[in-house]
Nanobody
Framework: QVQLVESGGGSVQAGGSLRLSCAAS????????MGWFRQGPGKEREFVAA????????YYADSVKGRFIISRDNAKNTVALQMNSLKPEDTAVYYC???????????????????WGQGTQVTVSS
């Protein structure tokens, strides 16, 4: 089992940047595929980005490709989401998630992830 704690959310103007971090407990962090999801007001939770266990492969939603970067540090049990060129439509609660399955391609569905953090609010003003 793993516990996830996000940090780094906040308020920023459009065009600005934020860096989210997710700290994981446990000694098996490197065995989890990690993902970031977000849920805006009145919207369903949606996929943002995912990263393979080694960090060698990354995956992005079309809406954030070229603006967001996901990375992980298995020695520090952390996964980060660097968000650049933020837009008002990026406003949401952002969640870190872990998938313990031995899969090759990360799921883009929330149901594919077993462990979740509590979320961190990101607000982008125009």
């Amino acid at each position: 089992q793993v516990q996830l704690v996000e940090s780094g959310g906040g308020s920023v103007q459009a065009g600005g940047s934020l860096r989210l971090s997710c700290a994981a407990s446990g000694r098996t962090f490197s065995s989890y595929v990690m993902g970031w999801f977000r849920q805006g007001p009145g919207k369903e939770r949606e996929f943002v980005a995912a990263i393979s266990r080694s960090g060698g492969n990354t995956y992005y939603a079309d809406s954030v490709k070229g603006r967001f970067i996901i990375s992980r540090d298995n020695a520090k049990n952390t996964v980060a989401l660097q968000m650049n060129s933020l837009k008002p439509e990026d406003t949401a609660v952002y969640y870190c998630a872990a998938d313990p399955r031995m899969i090759i391609v990360p799921s883009r569905r929330p149901a594919g992830y077993e462990y979740w953090g509590q979320g961190t609010q990101v607000t982008v003003s125009s």
